[in-house]
């Protein structure tokens, strides 16, 4: 079958079911965070409650998914010190991290969410900022009606076993790589 002909056949019926997922959101493209927020809203329109982590993005920036996230209810914690290559001192960055994950952890834990987002959780787990096996560790103990999603590019191993499921993001082609500045409203 072509890509230009219809399916006529339907995929197999789901066998089993769950109460909670782990949703990986990476690679290179655009779009991690955005599809990340995609869950937020389905979530929050299905009356779940749900947390937001950003480990890089700093809350000075006031992203258009933390504006429109608060409005609907989302705690969202934009913890992060902002991109390494823009921080004067990376040990504040290293230091800020290591509180988000602290407080993620416990946000897991208490199993008070039904969505708790990571975004850009594979940075510092890739930088040897936070351990893996404790992410790891954690995302398995988690109470069962806790879905968690992670995003970023470089993913450990740890992280792609654990997720049931991962989108890999590709960059065919970007503004960025031209010399076009980010837009509001698109890009953040």
Same mark, same amino acid.
């Given at each position: 079958?072509?890509?230009?002909?219809?399916?006529?056949?339907?995929?197999?019926?789901?066998?089993?079911?769950?109460?909670?997922?782990?949703?990986?959101?990476?690679?290179? =493209?655009?779009? +991690?965070?955005?599809?990340?927020? @995609? /869950?937020?809203?389905? !979530?929050?329109?299905? *009356?779940?409650?749900?947390? &937001?982590?950003?480990?890089?993005?700093?809350?000075?920036?006031?992203? =258009?998914?933390? +504006?429109?996230?608060?409005?609907? @209810? /989302?705690?969202?914690? !934009?913890?992060?010190? *902002?991109?390494?290559?823009? &921080?004067?001192?990376?040990?504040?960055?290293?230091?800020?991290?290591?509180?988000?994950?602290?407080?993620?952890?416990?946000?897991?834990?208490?199993?008070?969410?039904?969505?708790?987002?990571?975004?850009?959780?594979?940075?510092?787990?890739?930088?040897?900022?936070?351990?893996?096996?404790?992410?790891?560790?954690?995302?398995?103990?988690?109470?069962?009606?806790?879905?968690?999603?992670?995003?970023?590019?470089?993913?450990?191993?740890?992280?792609?076993?654990?997720?049931?499921?991962?989108?890999?993001?590709?960059?065919?082609?970007?503004?960025?790589?031209?010399?076009?500045?980010?837009?509001?409203?698109?890009?953040?």
């Amino acid at each position: 079958m072509s890509a230009a002909e219809p399916p006529r056949t339907a995929p197999p019926a789901a066998e089993r079911h769950v109460r909670s997922r782990v949703l990986l959101m990476t690679g290179d =493209g655009k779009g +991690k965070t955005t599809a990340a927020m @995609g /869950v937020v809203v389905r !979530a929050v329109a299905r *009356g779940w409650r749900v947390a &937001v982590v950003q480990f890089v993005k700093s809350g000075a920036w006031r992203s =258009g998914e933390a +504006k429109i996230a608060r409005r609907l @209810g /989302v705690e969202f914690a !934009a913890t992060g010190e *902002g991109f390494t290559w823009d &921080v004067d001192d990376l040990e504040a960055s290293i230091d800020a991290a290591r509180r988000a994950w602290a407080e993620a952890a416990r946000t897991i834990a208490a199993g008070k969410h039904e969505l708790v987002v990571l975004d850009e959780m594979t940075y510092p787990m890739a930088w040897g900022w936070i351990d893996t096996t404790e992410v790891v560790a954690a995302i398995r103990a988690r109470p069962a009606t806790v879905s968690i999603v992670l995003t970023g590019r470089y993913a450990p191993d740890q992280i792609l076993e654990v997720a049931d499921t991962i989108t890999e993001m590709v960059n065919r082609k970007h503004a960025f790589d031209r010399g076009v500045a980010a837009l509001r409203g698109i890009d953040f």
